[in-house]
């Protein structure tokens, strides 16, 4: 590709495009580890309000009797909802990072559609005045081709020297 500045301008955006496409990916992991922190954060709570659950049951329960079980019900209880707290806490700052995330995505997105756009659009723009020139050439070929036809049909004796001077002036004004 020789270097005209409308190269250099296709070769600037296809590099903009593999970097886009890169920052691109790098955007949607972030998103997903937000969605991935978000479940990791459901799961430890499950955990923890699990453990909570047999607090104040079972053989020990009830051999320290009703009092103790009532006393490991209300930590149960206060434990559960302080877990619900920090979950409430943390899912809220989760939800922050992954609409921020999410909002550079769409960003990205938009850069690379436009980005894609102008490649395609220059490109579009460099086909059609490189077609243009091989039809050009094409034509000019074609009246060569003509002339040297004319040329051995007055030398075989088909065509007079007027006839053959009116013809080539025709196809030289063509060029």
Request: aromatic letters at 2%.
């Given at each position: 590709?020789?270097?005209?500045?409308e190269?250099?301008?296709?070769?600037?955006?296809e590099?903009?495009?593999?970097l886009?496409?890169?920052r691109?990916?790098?955007?949607?992991?972030a998103?997903?580890?937000?969605?991935d922190?978000?479940?990791?954060?459901?799961?430890?709570?499950?955990?923890?309000r699990?453990?909570?659950?047999?607090?104040?049951r079972?053989?020990?329960?009830?051999?320290?009797?009703?009092?103790?079980?009532?006393v490991?019900?209300?930590a149960a209880a206060?434990?559960?909802a302080?877990?619900?707290?920090?979950?409430a806490?943390?899912r809220?700052?989760?939800?922050e990072?992954k609409a921020?995330?999410?909002?550079?995505v769409?960003?990205?997105?938009?850069?690379?559609?436009?980005?894609?756009?102008?490649?395609?659009?220059?490109?579009a723009g460099?086909?059609?005045?490189?077609r243009a020139?091989?039809i050009?050439?094409?034509?000019?070929?074609?009246?060569?081709?003509?002339?040297e036809?004319l040329?051995?049909?007055?030398?075989?004796?088909l065509?007079?020297?007027?006839?053959f001077?009116?013809?080539?002036?025709?196809?030289?004004?063509?060029?």
């Amino acid at each position: 590709m020789s270097e005209t500045p409308e190269n250099l301008q296709i070769v600037v955006l296809e590099d903009r495009i593999t970097l886009l496409t890169a920052r691109l990916e790098e955007a949607k992991q972030a998103v997903k580890s937000w969605v991935d922190a978000n479940s990791s954060l459901s799961r430890s709570a499950a955990e923890e309000r699990a453990k909570n659950q047999g607090a104040g049951r079972g053989v020990f329960g009830a051999l320290m009797g009703p009092k103790y079980r009532a006393v490991a019900r209300r930590a149960a209880a206060a434990s559960n909802a302080s877990i619900s707290q920090d979950v409430a806490y943390r899912r809220s700052r989760i939800a922050e990072g992954k609409a921020q995330a999410q909002l550079v995505v769409r960003q990205i997105q938009a850069e690379l559609s436009a980005a894609k756009l102008d490649l395609k659009n220059l490109t579009a723009g460099s086909r059609t005045r490189t077609r243009a020139n091989p039809i050009e050439t094409t034509q000019a070929l074609t009246s060569l081709d003509l002339l040297e036809k004319l040329k051995q049909a007055k030398d075989q004796g088909l065509l007079t020297e007027a006839e053959f001077e009116e013809k080539r002036r025709k196809l030289v004004s063509t060029l």
